[in-house]
């Protein structure tokens, strides 16, 4: 038991270098209130965020099952084992992490110029590398407009 929880906590601290230099929104967090207080966002962006939110909760709900039945199934007998579980958890993680960023993007793209800036200026703040935006289109996640 203890070398499972042991196993979870390395996988976790492996995930978390990949994600911070980028300045993340949060889309799809519990701080979607703050994303809206604090961006002063539009009614045409409140609704952009809601949507974009489920979508990447539906997303990532299914890679959270399968990271979840992975760790649940895969042998942890062996140093080979636990690597081999490493590398596929790490997989998922990625996945759902740029997922997110592409969300974040998203939102980002539909910020004004002062909304921007503000963003930029949070980031700095906490040394975070602000992130392009991304215009939504038909052919990508999200992309009702």
Same mark, same amino acid.
């Given at each position: ?5 042991? $196993? ?5 601290? *492996? ?36 949507? *974009?939110? /489920? @979508?990447? /909760? ?14 649940? $199934? ?6 080979? /084992?636990? &690597? ?6 790490? &997989? ?20 004004? @110029?002062?909304?921007?800036? $503000? ?14 935006? &991304? ?11």
């Amino acid at each position: 038991m203890i070398y499972r929880i042991l $196993t979870t906590l390395c996988l976790i601290f *492996w995930m978390f270098p990949a994600s911070a230099q980028e300045c993340a929104l949060g889309v799809g967090g519990k701080d979607t209130d703050l994303i809206v207080l604090v961006f002063q966002l539009s009614e045409t962006q409140q609704e952009k965020l809601r949507l *974009w939110t /489920e @979508e990447l /909760e539906a997303k990532n709900a299914e890679l959270q099952a399968k990271a979840k039945q992975l760790l649940q $199934t895969q042998p942890q007998s062996t140093t080979e /084992e636990v &690597e081999v579980l490493g590398a596929k958890y790490r &997989e998922i993680k990625e996945v759902m992490l740029a997922n997110s960023l592409h969300y974040d993007r998203l939102l980002l793209g539909t910020f004004n @110029e002062l909304q921007y800036q $503000t963003y930029v200026e949070l980031c700095q703040e906490v040394f975070r590398s602000p992130m392009a935006p &991304e215009e939504a289109t038909s052919n990508r996640p999200g992309g009702q407009e």
